[in-house]
C-alpha cells in the first residue's frame, strides 16, 4: 500500500449530482478508467484509475443541495486527534470522524473562513498511488481572504510551517511540512471576492499541455474560468466540469 506522510495531502474526490457524466467526462479529459465500488452503501463511488493506479475518486452529493465539489483529503494516523485541533484552533467538525468501511476513517472540516477540507487515516486504503504526472494530482492550493489566520489555523492542526514568495501583486505563501512543500495558499485575486464569502481550497491536475487540456474540456462541455497562463511553477488554468464543480490544470515546467 502506497502512502503518504501524515499532514500531506493524500487524495481527492468529487462530490457531484452528476456522477455518471463525470465517469464520462473526466476518462475523455484525462485517460483515467473507472472503478465503481460494489457495495451497495457506497452509492456508486469511483475510483479513478491512471494506468491501474488510484488518482481521485467521485461519488454522489452527503446532501441533495450540495453543490458539485472537489474535496482535499489531507493523511493522518489519528483523524479524532485531528477533530480535537480543528476546535480548539477555531474550525469547525463538519463531519465527526467516521469508518468508511475498511479502508480507512474520514472526517470534513471548515477552517475558520469556511473552507472545506477533509482528512484521511488510511486502514486498507492510502489513498492516491502516483503523484505529479500528467494526469494525477499535483497541488493543492487556499484561495482566502483571511491568510494571517490561516497560516496560525493550518499550523495549528497540521504542524505545517509557512513560507512566503513575493508573486507579482501579493505574496503567495507555500506550505512546508519537514524538508517539502505540502500546499498553498494565495488570497482571492478578483476585487468582486466578497468580504464574506467563504474561502475554497482548489486542486490541480497536473497534464502535459495545458491549453490542450482546456480546450478539450471545454469540447466536452466544461468551462475554462482562467485562460492558461504562465507561473514560476508551470502553466495553469481553472475550469468547471459541466455540473459547475472547480479545479484546475497546471503543466509543470521540467
Do not use: K, N
Not at 172 to 187: E, I, K, Q, S
Amino acid at each position: 500500500m502506497v502512502s503518504v506522510a501524515p499532514g500531506t495531502p493524500c487524495w481527492a474526490d468529487l462530490a457531484t449530482p452528476g456522477l455518471d457524466a463525470a465517469r464520462r467526462f473526466y476518462p475523455e479529459l484525462f485517460g483515467w478508467t473507472g472503478r465503481v465500488d460494489p457495495e451497495p452503501e457506497a452509492g456508486g463511488y469511483t475510483v479513478f484509475l491512471l494506468d491501474g493506479r488510484a488518482v481521485a475518486g467521485a461519488g454522489p452529493p452527503a446532501v441533495p443541495d450540495q453543490v458539485p465539489i472537489w474535496s482535499t483529503y489531507v493523511a493522518t494516523d489519528d483523524a479524532d486527534l485531528v477533530a480535537g485541533r480543528v476546535e480548539r484552533a477555531g474550525g469547525q467538525v463538519v463531519v465527526p470522524p467516521f469508518e468508511v468501511f475498511d479502508r480507512g476513517r474520514m472526517a470534513v472540516f471548515t477552517d475558520p473562513a469556511g473552507a472545506a477540507f477533509s482528512v484521511w487515516q488510511p486502514i486498507t486504503f492510502a489513498g492516491a498511488e502516483v503523484f505529479d504526472v500528467p494526469g494525477a494530482m499535483s497541488w493543492t492550493e487556499l484561495v482566502t481572504p483571511d491568510p494571517d489566520g490561516a497560516r496560525v489555523f493550518y499550523e495549528l492542526v497540521f504542524g505545517w510551517q509557512p513560507e512566503e514568495e513575493p508573486m507579482g501583486q501579493f505574496a503567495y505563501t507555500g506550505w512546508r511540512l519537514g524538508d517539502r512543500l505540502v500546499a498553498g495558499m494565495m488570497p482571492p485575486l478578483s476585487d468582486e471576492f466578497p468580504a464574506d464569502s467563504p474561502a475554497y481550497w482548489t486542486l490541480y491536475f497536473s497534464v502535459a499541455d495545458a491549453d490542450a487540456t482546456a480546450a478539450r474540456a471545454a469540447e466536452l462541455g466544461g468551462t475554462i474560468l482562467v485562460p492558461p497562463r504562465d507561473i514560476p511553477a508551470g502553466r495553469l488554468t481553472a475550469l468547471r466540469d459541466p455540473h459547475g464543480a472547480l479545479f484546475s490544470l497546471i503543466a509543470l515546467t521540467p
